[in-house]
């Protein structure tokens, strides 16, 4: 299933397509494929801060990038070697990385272009760092 449907995958949406082919079939059991693939290297799971995970077919070095507004997530090439935690200042020594990743946050091309306005997710789809603060107007 994910791929046949190339993106990024929330779990209730691999849920409902597999039971689009097979009938019935569990969240649990979802879950537990989903974790049997990504442990064997077969799937890898995106989880934006604070966002739902989501599974996706393509396991090669890449980074992604994300919309505040709608929530879309899109792959994007990095360059071949991704900064280690030597390149990066403030990295304790000893600190020994074993996965880099790079997220870009922003609003995608059609959401500026529909002039959505900021935060148009519910906000309990937000991400954390995305979500409206609140403010006393007292």
């Keep these: 299933t994910l791929r046949d449907q190339p993106g ?7 849920v409902e397509a597999v039971r689009g082919r097979l009938g019935r079939v569990s969240t649990q059991a979802v879950y537990d494929v989903l974790g049997a693939l990504e442990a064997a ?5 995106v989880q934006p801060a604070g966002g739902a995970a989501r599974f996706e077919a393509r396991t090669t070095d890449h980074h ?7 929530g879309a997530i899109t792959d994007v090439d990095g360059p071949r070697r991704p900064p280690t935690a030597a390149d990066l200042s403030g990295v304790p ?7 880099v990743e790079l997220t870009l946050w922003g609003r995608c091309a059609t959401c500026v272009a529909a002039g959505e306005t900021p935060h148009a997710l519910p906000a309990n789809e937000l991400p954390t760092n995305a979500r409206p603060r609140s403010t006393n107007h007292e």
């Design 8 to 14: 990024h995958r929330r779990v209730d949406e691999v």
């Design 64 to 70: 992604h990038v994300v919309c505040r507004e709608c």
């Design 41 to 45: 290297g077969l799937a890898r799971r």
């Design 93 to 99: 020594d000893g600190f020994v990385a074993d996965h």
